[in-house]
């Protein structure tokens, strides 16, 4: 797992969940699954979020280099 893709992977969790949680005003059973979906982006977040090279967590950071060591993420 490269960090884009878990930070893509986080993304599309937390943006399903969270439909799935508004979507429980229409349909109730939706707020359970809804919200075990959308807080399992913190899975991804936490576990492969990280830089290459100084492997701190990198946050919001989509940039191409990392705010601490300034290393290269896309390697
Ligand atoms: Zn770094």
Redesign the pocket.
Known sequence: MDVRKAQRLRDMLILIGLCMVLGSYVFEPLMIPGAVVAFSCLIPHFLWNK?P????QLGRNEAEF?Q????KIDD
């Not at 601490?68 to 290393?71: I, V």
């Open positions: 830089c090279h100084c492997g701190r990392c601490f060591c300034g290393g």
